[in-house]
């Protein structure tokens, strides 16, 4: 099914929904297009559009943290290592260097893995891209696998009220990142003040 990009009022990423939702936030004018794909239509009744592939709220949705923890999730610790995985990677030289992962090579790992007593929590569990996971560590500690962590894990610490940011991870095969991609981070794209 094809996807959509939101971006908040302020042009800042805030989700990724499907068709269905835009149509019907489109007609409760909700949103506003801001690229779509010239060369396919949404036809109804009522309106033709082009097909949007990234939309921006009309007003502006915050959401605050009520308390000082955050919650577990793998979506927190991806958020907390920017999606990049939190073992150093190797060029041919030898020199250091940080891997950037896509949302399908991205995984959790546990530093101690659970089969050997290590739980779920922001302490143990790191981004990691699926190489490093699956081929080299399994079910080893980073010694044991001879890889070395970029920083050691810490759970997210907020204040209360603090706003929630919500980031982007690119998937290749999906058309709406591509043109989000192009539009938004590629390019620099004027956005009138408001």
């Given at each position: 099914m094809?996807?959509?990009?939101?971006?908040?009022?302020?042009?800042?990423?805030?989700t990724e929904v499907n068709i269905h939702k835009v149509i019907k936030w489109i007609v409760k004018e909700k949103i506003e297009i801001v690229v779509s794909k010239e060369d396919e239509e949404i036809r109804s009744v009522?309106?033709?559009?082009?097909?949007?592939?990234?939309?921006?709220?009309?007003?502006?949705?915050?959401?605050?943290?009520?308390g000082h923890t955050v919650p577990y999730s793998n979506h927190s610790v991806f958020?907390?290592?920017?999606?990049r995985c939190q073992y150093w990677h190797h060029e041919e030289n030898g020199e250091k260097?940080?891997?950037?992962?896509?949302?399908?090579?991205?995984?959790?790992?546990?530093v101690l893995p659970r089969s050997r007593g290590g739980i779920r929590s922001?302490?143990?569990?790191?981004?990691?891209?699926?190489?490093?996971?699956e081929q080299k560590k399994k079910n080893m500690t980073p010694k044991e696998a001879g890889m070395e962590l970029i920083k050691i894990p810490r759970a997210p610490?907020?204040?209360?009220?603090?706003?929630?940011?919500?980031?982007?991870?690119?998937?290749?095969?999906?058309?709406?990142?591509?043109?989000?991609?192009e539009n938004f981070l590629h390019k620099k794209f004027s956005r009138k003040a408001e």
């Open positions: 094809h996807s959509v990009i939101v971006l908040n009022k302020n042009f800042e990423y805030l009522e309106f033709r559009i082009k097909m949007p592939m990234v939309v921006r709220l009309i007003h502006f949705i915050g959401y605050k943290r009520k958020a907390r290592d920017n999606n260097y940080i891997y950037q992962c896509t949302v399908d090579d991205r995984t959790i790992d546990h922001y302490e143990n569990c790191v981004c990691c891209c699926r190489t490093c996971n610490s907020t204040k209360r009220g603090d706003m929630v940011v919500f980031k982007f991870a690119y998937n290749p095969s999906k058309l709406a990142h591509k043109f989000y991609m």
